[in-house]
C-alpha cells in the first residue's frame, strides 16, 4: 500500500525531465544555512550530509542518502526554507526535484501536497529519531569506554608511583644482601674456614626440600646415623638427597648453624630479586621502560624464565621442545617478563590437576618465530577467554599472589610492541598460549648468507 | 614430660623458615613441625594426635592454594580433639572479610600481619602455649622455664 503511495507520487512529482540534474561526484547540492527550496529525490547514485556546530568547525557526517530516498524534507516542508545540513553526491548521481512553485497534482483526490508527502515526513522523522537515540547510545558506550580507561591509567599511574618508590627501598635490600653475603664469606674464610664448605652449600641451593620430604627424610637419617629428631631435621633440609658426607657430622650443630647462615642469605637474594621483578613489572604499566635491545635466542630467555620459576614448578612435569632459532632483536627482561607470566599462570591453575603438565615448543615457520606454551589445566571458558587480555580482569579472586590481573595485559602490550601476536586456544584437554614474533628482514638475510 | 607440639603452616618455605627460626628458643621444650599446606598439616596433627601427643598451638598463613588458613583454622576450632588447641593467622593478604571471618569462626587467639616482628610472635606463641598447658591440666613444671611466668603465676594464684 505505502510503495503503490510512493510510487505514485514518484510519477507524478518526479518525472519531469525538466527538473531532473546530473551531479558528478564531489559537487555540493546543498550548503548548511544556505536557501533551499526544493524537495530533492535521489534517482540513482548516492549522496552524504554532513553537518557542523560552528563555521570553523570540522565537519561530522550524518547521513547518507541512496537512490530512492529524498533530501531536503526539512528545509521543504518546515517552510524555513534554509538547507539543514550540506550534501555533497557521494558518486555520480541523477536528482530529481519539486519546488515551492511546482503545481500540486489533484489535490481534490489526494488532498493538499502536504497530505501526500505525509508519508515521507513521516518517514525522515522516524530516521532522525532514529539517529538521535543511535548516537545516545554510542555516545553513552565511548563514555563509559572513556571512563575505564581513565581509571585505568590513574591506576597504572599510582601504581608506577608506589613502584618508584619501593624501587629505591629494594635496590637498598638488594645491594646490601650481595654485599653482607661477602662479607661473611670472607669473615668466614678468615675465621671458620672449615665451614665454609657448609655456608656455601647453603648458599647456592638453600632449601629444595617440601616440609613433607624432609619429615621422611629425618626419620631416616635418626636410625641412620644415631642422631636426635632436631638435628635430623635440620640435616634433612640441608641435604636432602644421598649419602650424608661425614664432615657434617664431626660437628653437626655447627654445621647446621653455618648451613642455615647460607640458606637465609640465599633467601634473602632470591626474595629481593623477586621483589626487584614485581616492582619492574608494575613499573612498565605506567609508562614504556627503554629497555636495552640486545640479538638473543628466544629459547635461552624461555630457559630463563624456567629457572626464575623453579619453586612454582615443583610437582609439574615441565618439557620443552626447542627448535634452532635465528636471534631476535629484543630486550631480554620483557621476554622473559612475557614466560614467566604465562609460565606462572599455568602453574597456577594446575594446582587441581591431576599429573600436571607443562609443554613449551619453539618452531621457526617463515618469518615469525612461533612460542606455544600449552598446559593440561582445566579449560578457560569462551566468556574469560575473550577477557583474558583485557587490563585488571582476574580470575585470581583470592588474591593469591599477584591477582591485579595486570599480568597477561601486560605481556599482550609486550608481544604488540615487538609487532607480534598472542593468542589463546583452551578445551577440556589443553589450554595453548600461542606467540608469534616477528624476525626482522635483515637476520633472514644473515641466516640465509651463514647457510 | 608430656610431648607437645607447635604446627607452623605456610605454603612459601622461605617464610616457614624465618617462623622456624623465630619460634627456635622453643625447640628445646617443644616439636616444632612445619607443613607447606593445610592438608599436610591436617594430616600431620592427626599422626600426631593418634600417638597421644597435645598440640598446643597452630601458626597458619592465610592465602594458600587447596584450603585457606581461615579454612583450616575453621576445621580444627570445630574438631573437639583440637579444642583446647590455640590458633594464630599470620598473614599479609587478609581481606576484612577474612579477618571477621577468623575471628568469628575460627575462634583465633592471636593475628599477625606480615612482616611481623620476631620477638612479638615469640612472647605470644609463649603465653598462649603456656595457657594451653594449664587448660589441659598438663604437669607445667617440666616446661616452667621456657614459660610465660606471668600466665603460671596468674593460673596458680
Known amino acids: 500500500m505505502e510503495k503503490v503511495k510512493l510510487q505514485r507520487l514518484i510519477d507524478d512529482y518526479f518525472e519531469n525531465p525538466f527538473r531532473q540534474i546530473t551531479i558528478p561526484a564531489g559537487e555540493v547540492v546543498l550548503k548548511q544555512a544556505e536557501y533551499n527550496d526544493r524537495l530533492y529525490w535521489v534517482k540513482s547514485g548516492e549522496l552524504e550530509g554532513f553537518f557542523s556546530s560552528t563555521a570553523k568547525d570540522r565537519k561530522t557526517k550524518v547521513f547518507t542518502a541512496p537512490a530512492g530516498t529524498f533530501i531536503g524534507v526539512h528545509s521543504f516542508f518546515a517552510e524555513t526554507l534554509e538547507a539543514s545540513t550540506t550534501v555533497i553526491a557521494k558518486e555520480d548521481s541523477e536528482l530529481a526535484w519539486i519546488d515551492t512553485s511546482t503545481p500540486v497534482v489533484s489535490p481534490e483526490k489526494y ?284 580470575t585470581k579472586k583470592g588474591g593469591l599472589s599477584f591477582g591485579l590481573g595486570l599480568g597477561l595485559s601486560i605481556v599482550q602490550r609486550i608481544v604488540n610492541s615487538y609487532g607480534g601476536s598472542i593468542a589463546v586456544m583452551s578445551n577440556d584437554e589443553k589450554t595453548i598460549f600461542r606467540i608469534k614474533l616477528p624476525v626482522p628482514a635483515q637476520e633472514i638475510e644473515g641466516t640465509d648468507g651463514k647457510n | 614430660m608430656e610431648k607437645i607440639n607447635i604446627i607452623c603452616v605456610d605454603d612459601q618455605r622461605e617464610v616457614l623458615s624465618a617462623v622456624l627460626q623465630d619460634l627456635s628458643p622453643l625447640a628445646a621444650f617443644f616439636n616444632i613441625e612445619d607443613c607447606e599446606s593445610a592438608i599436610e598439616a591436617l594430616e600431620v596433627m592427626d599422626s600426631l594426635d593418634a600417638e597421644g601427643e597435645y598440640i598446643a598451638l597452630v601458626i597458619s598463613d592465610h592465602v594458600m592454594p587447596e584450603k585457606t588458613g581461615v579454612e583450616f583454622l575453621t576445621e580444627i576450632s570445630q574438631e573437639r580433639r583440637y579444642h583446647q588447641t590455640k590458633k594464630i593467622l599470620l598473614t599479609g593478604q587478609a581481606t576484612h572479610q577474612d579477618t571477621i571471618a577468623a575471628i568469628n569462626r575460627a575462634r583465633v587467639e592471636s593475628y599477625f600481619e606480615k612482616p611481623w616482628k620476631s620477638e612479638e610472635l615469640l612472647n605470644i606463641a609463649t603465653t598462649l602455649i603456656t595457657e594451653y598447658i594449664f587448660d589441659s591440666g598438663i604437669e607445667y613444671e617440666p616446661f616452667q622455664s621456657i614459660l610465660d611466668q606471668s600466665v603460671v603465676l596468674q593460673r596458680l594464684r
Open chain 1, 111 to 394: 488532498g493538499p501536497l502536504t497530505a501526500q508527502f505525509t508519508p515521507v515526513i513521516v518517514k525522515e522523522l522516524a530516521r532522525r529519531q532514529r539517529r538521535a537515540s543511535m548516537e545516545a547510545v554510542e555516545r553513552e558506550t565511548v563514555q563509559n569506554k572513556l571512563n575505564t580507561a581513565e581509571q585505568m591509567t590513574t591506576l597504572g599511574q599510582l601504581a608506577a608511583g608506589i613502584a618508584h618508590e619501593l624501587n629505591n627501598a629494594v635496590g637498598v635490600i638488594n645491594s646490601k644482601t650481595e654485599r653482607l653475603q661477602t662479607v661473611v664469606f670472607d669473615l668466614i674464610e678468615e675465621c671458620h674456614p672449615d665451614t665454609r664448605q657448609f655456608l656455601e652449600h647453603g648458599l647456592l641451593y638453600g632449601q629444595k626440600a617440601s616440609s613433607s620430604e624432609v619429615r621422611a627424610r629425618a626419620k631416616e637419617l635418626m636410625n641412620t646415623y644415631r642422631i636426635d629428631r632436631d638435628s635430623a631435621r635440620k640435616l634433612a633440609r640441608a641435604v636432602p638427597h644421598g649419602e650424608i658426607d661425614s664432615s657434617w657430622l664431626t660437628d653437626i650443630e655447627q654445621a647446621l648453624r653455618y648451613w642455615e647462615i647460607g640458606r637465609d642469605l640465599h633467601d634473602m637474594r632470591l626474595a629481593s630479586k623477586h621483589s626487584v621483578g614485581i616492582v619492574k613489572s608494575v613499573k612498565q604499566l605506567g609508562r614504556t621502560d627503554t629497555d636495552t635491545e640486545e640479538w638473543l635466542d628466544v629459547n635461552d630467555s624461555i630457559n630463563k624464565a624456567l629457572a626464575l620459576l623453579h619453586n612454582s614448578l615443583r610437582g609439574i612435569n615441565v618439557k620443552i621442545s626447542p627448535a634452532v632459532l635465528p636471534k631476535l632483536k629484543a630486550s631480554s627482561t620483557e621476554l622473559v617478563q612475557i614466560w614467566v607470566n604465562i609460565i606462572k599462570n599455568a602453574s597456577d591453575v594446575l594446582s587441581h590437576t591431576s599429573e600436571p603438565a607443562i609443554e613449551i615448543s619453539t618452531r621457526h615457520v617463515r618469518n615469525m618465530v612461533q612460542i606455544t606454551v600449552a598446559n593440561n589445566g582445566p579449560e578457560i571458558d569462551e566468556v574469560t577467554r575473550r577477557k583474558i587480555f583485557q587490563p585488571n580482569f582476574t
